[in-house]
Every structure is written in C-alpha cells, then in structure tokens.
C-alpha cells in the first residue's frame, strides 16, 4: 500500500529513500553541518532537515530507532518512539539518548532513525461501570511468567 507524501526539505535534508524492496521504514538523517558528541547518558535532539504532509489524516508517520545503533552503540530514542501527526508541519527531529558508557558522534548525514507510515484509529470512548470478562482479567506485569 502506498501514500503520497510531500517533502519539504529544511537546510541540509535530503529526501529519504527505501533501502531496499521489502524496507518498511526510510532512514532518517542527521541534517547537521557538524559533528554532534553524544556523551554516555546523554540526549540530544538531531533535526533531519525535513518536514512532510501526508495526502491523508487517518496515518501517522512513527520514528523508530535504528536497531544496529541500539544493539552495537547504545544509541535509541529518548522517548521511545516518535509519533508525527498527519497535521505536523514543522522539522522532523529525533531525539537520541546515549545507553552506552562511551561517547557517541553523529556524523553530518548519518542514519540516525527510521521513519514508517501507519493507519491510525481514533478511538470513541463509552463510560462503563464494568467491562467484559476474559480469562486474564486484570493480570499483568509478568502474570504469565516468563518461561515458553
């Protein structure tokens, strides 16, 4: 499936582009004209040098973190996941945090992040005094223990 996306590119961004065929997410980029030192335990917010409008209002473009970042560096998002609305017209940005015990450095153009487009639904919120019943009930936190 497919969306028509306007780019509009912000200083030093560049259009994202799928890696390969089966990619579900672009790479973001470091749109920086220099070196950005990220110390252990440490954020940074890295502007990618673009701002998009989707042709429709029921998706949202996530940012998600680079999983050979997050595995070989430490490196992940600050807040999780970054959720871009379909009315967001400003600079996408990504906030990074350093997990790891040594310094980082994003390069000028690095891949810092990734960016995929989901369909999003709204939810309409009924008051009850009680819920349906299910065989989990209200266990969580490791209610179901941890072993296969």
Same mark, same amino acid.
């Given at each position: ?9 912000? =200083?030093? =961004? ?8 089966? %990619?579900?997410? @672009? ?15 440490? !954020? @940074? ?7 998009? %409008? ?8 996530? @940012?998600?973190? !680079? %999983? ?5 560096? =430490? ?8 959720? &871009?609305? %379909?009315?967001? !017209?400003? $600079?996408?940005?990504?906030?990074? &945090? ?8 994003? $390069?000028?153009?690095?891949? &810092? ?22 065989? !989990? =009930? ?11």
């Amino acid at each position: 499936m497919k969306i028509d996306v306007k780019i509009k590119l912000c =200083g030093a =961004g560049k259009v994202p582009t799928y890696a390969t065929v089966g %990619s579900a997410a @672009v790479d973001l980029c470091a749109a920086t004209k220099e070196k950005i030192i990220l110390p252990p335990g440490e !954020r @940074v917010l890295v502007p990618t040098g673009i701002a998009i %409008s989707p042709e429709r209002q029921d998706v949202v473009a996530v @940012v998600a973190a !680079r %999983s050979g970042l997050a595995i070989k560096h =430490g490196i992940s998002l600050s807040n999780g996941i970054g959720v &871009i609305d %379909s009315d967001y !017209r400003g $600079e996408i940005c990504v906030g990074l &945090i350093n997990n790891s015990n040594k310094d980082f450095t994003i $390069e000028p153009s690095d891949r &810092i992040a990734q960016l995929l487009f989901m369909p999003v639904y709204t939810a309409n919120f009924i008051k009850a005094a009680n819920l349906d019943e299910t065989d !989990r =009930g209200a266990g969580g936190f490791g209610s179901t223990g941890i072993k296969g």
